[in-house]
């Protein structure tokens, strides 16, 4: 049985698809450096944590599951899924050293490409990597409803895509209620009622990701997912992240004052992202019981500076990720005058370099464990 949760359209707004000039697949380079520096702590992990016998890989070939979920299109999840191919094929060889019959080919692997059903899935697969070694599914939906059969997966990745809500909770938009958020596009972090709902929203989204895993993960089954996070204290317009969504968020007023925008269009203008901090993830793990945390480390940090960051370039990548939300509100009409009006402010007034300095996100690296309850 399909869960419905697995429909519900709203709050989908995936990335650029295609592979023109604002494609995700031709910026998300930063994203990209985030997997990249995964890449080590997912072969440790899975040499450790992942007990190939006990789900039932013996000296027989099986057929390793693996899904990654938020996939948008390439080149990205293409190398995270061979990052996490290869740890597998490794760890499959330490365990049959003695046995020379059965090298890591006796495991075939099937990997499932998830995302919202908007995502440019048929770029997805024009552009899988030809020398690819497992059979290719595409699962569109949310994440944050059942995708897969009861115990029908191995293993589940997810690379920044967790910190993306399912909706906007209607007190962020409400002006009588204490989380209304006039004149911010972000959870800034600064007022505390905008910050709690931001909190709970992201709280059950959460819950539902991780209850519609745990039906799916067979037990022993592993998730890993990176996704930004903000140290404790730290309000979310002090992270670079922040810093940069929130100076988009200075281009819609200033378009409001020009009389390009109507100011109540971009009150109600919200970006649904949300940083957690470690403990506030750790909490809702914990608290919904149906995984072990093997893992919960920072990253390194990726090296920025490498984005060679002009401001076309900041905004190339900016709009890769956030046109959809800001079509749908504002409309087709102006997504080219606020994204060149964006680039037009950024040469005046950023510095690249100042942005990153006292960069105050953490990519936070997650392993989690399906448990036996
Ligand atoms: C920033 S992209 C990351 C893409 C890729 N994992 C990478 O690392 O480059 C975030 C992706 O998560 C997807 N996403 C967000 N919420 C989702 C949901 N509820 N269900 C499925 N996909 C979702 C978006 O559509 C988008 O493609």
Not at 76 to 81: L, Q, R, S
């Amino acid at each position: 049985m399909v869960d419905e949760a697995a429909n519900v359209l709203p709050g989908s707004f995936p990335m650029v698809g295609g592979d023109g000039d604002y494609s995700y697949a031709k910026n998300s380079s930063f994203q990209r450096m985030i997997i990249d520096a995964a890449k080590e702590m997912i072969s440790e992990s899975i040499f450790d944590k992942l007990d190939l016998k006990s789900l039932g890989f013996d000296d027989t070939c099986g057929t390793f599951k693996l899904a990654d979920f938020g996939c948008s299109v390439g080149p990205n999840t293409f190398i995270a899924v061979q990052n996490i191919i290869e740890a597998v094929q490794t760890k499959y060889r330490a365990d049959h050293q003695d046995n020379h019959q059965n090298s890591s080919s006796a495991l075939e692997f099937q990997v499932f490409f998830n995302d919202h059903y908007g995502n440019d899935f048929n770029t997805l697969f024009q552009t899988m990597p030809p020398s690819r070694k497992y059979f290719a599914f595409g699962v569109p939906g949310s994440f944050h409803g059942r995708l897969f059969p009861k115990s029908s997966l191995h293993f589940a990745n997810s690379s920044s895509s967790l910190n993306w809500l399912s909706k906007i909770s209607k007190e962020i938009l409400d002006s009588r209620s204490p989380a209304w958020n006039k004149g911010s596009i972000i959870c800034s972090g600064l007022v505390k009622g905008v910050s709690e709902a931001y909190s709970a929203q992201f709280k059950n989204d959460t819950e539902a990701f991780l209850n519609a895993r745990a039906h799916e993960l067979v037990p022993g089954g592993l998730i890993v997912f990176v996704l930004f996070s903000l140290p404790n204290g730290v309000p979310m317009i002090d992270s670079n992240g922040g810093k940069l969504y929130g100076f988009l968020g200075s281009c819609l007023i200033d378009m409001t004052t020009k009389g390009l925008i109507d100011e109540e269009k971009v009150d109600s203008f919200n970006i649904p992202l949300y940083f957690p901090t470690a403990e506030e993830l750790k909490a809702i793990i914990e608290r919904n019981g149906c995984f072990r945390i093997e893992r919960m480390d920072k990253l390194p940090d990726p090296p920025l500076m490498r984005l060679k960051p002009s401001p076309e370039s900041v905004t190339s990548q900016i709009r890769a990720v956030f046109e959809g939300v800001v079509k749908e509100h504002f409309g087709y009409d102006l997504v080219d005058k606020i994204f060149n009006f964006f680039t037009a402010k950024f040469a005046e007034n950023f510095i690249f370099g100042e942005l990153i300095k006292d960069h105050n996100n953490v990519n936070l690296f997650v392993l989690l464990k399906r448990v036996i309850n």
